[in-house]
């Protein structure tokens, strides 16, 4: 192939992006909308992410890896606190920032919040501004100039998350300012997180839009077992929160909530994973987990995930042990048969030799 050829030939890009908005933004939306499928939870209650997400979105020209992150907002809680170092943790490292804003919620000023996190940030800033579809055209036209001379943004793209807008023009603006790179996932892979943590995620969807008051913010869902057979896959999980009010809540009359709440996550799971479920809901309650580091700890997939594998490497070990064990047993019983027919043996040539 001739250099003019090669010239000629479209480089691939790959990267990564993180998602940073306030609550409500539909940072969730548009993340799910990007990747074609439900990676994300989304509810009308602010500061549901809680962990960072990534969602993979590979198309011939290159891949972008979104990373989801809760929304900007006043730490109180020590969940709190986890929650805005998720979003510091997701902008190390990344290519390209993408702020989203809320436009049906903004007057025509550009949001402080945002252009300080853009302003902190040492590298490319791309702006989308959400929601749209709500917003007059001649109130979008006065905020994107006020954003213009906020910060020099290296593209500013108007999208509707929901209805899908914009959505093909954001992609391709930021594949456009991604670096040269092979993919860092294969092309099927359209998230990091594993199943069992979406499936606690969709519990907790469920339940936030069917209870109301303080349940959702003091709800946290733990799957306890995870059991795949040929043609079923049982779940059972725990819905921790913080009161016997909030645990009264969730169960309901004579359990009627928390069937109602089992029965639409397991439909969806079922979709989701194409396949029978099994789900088996649980209710606990865990005094003001959200200050208990441990606890807080316990809620994201990450320190679920590094548990899960310890566990598995000391039922190994184990195995392993008890596995050398029984070899030493089988050992010392074969030196016991050897010893037994030595004896043996030895008594019978003396036998012989009396009868000699």
Known sequence: MSDSVAKQQPSHRAGFVAIVGRPNAGKSTLLNKLVGQKIAIVTSKPQTTRNRIQGIVTRPEGQIVFIDTPGIHEAK???????NREINAAVEGIDILLLLADASAL????????????????????????????????????MLEAFRKAFPFAAMIPISALKGDGINELVAEILNQLPEAEPYFPEDQVTDQPERFLAAEIVREKAIALTYHEVPHALAVIVDKWEEKPKLLRIEATMNVERASQKKILIGHKGEMLKKIGTQARKELETLFDTK????????????????PQHVREVDWHSQLE??????????????QQHEDHEEMDSADAQEEEIDRDAYETEDEAEKGKED
């Open 307 to 320: 548990a899960l594998s310890e566990e598995q490497a000391l039922r190994e070990r184990r195995k392993h």
């Open 77 to 83: 809680s020590f969940l709190n606190k986890q929650m």
């Open 107 to 142: 007057q025509p000023y550009a949001d402080p919040l945002l252009i300080d996190r853009a302003k902190r940030f040492q590298s490319k800033v791309i702006l989308a501004l959400n929601k749209v579809d709500k917003l007059p055209k001649a109130k979008l036209l006065p």
């Open 277 to 292: 479920i099994y789900l088996g809901l649980f209710v606990k309650v865990v005094p003001d987990w959200r200050e208990n």
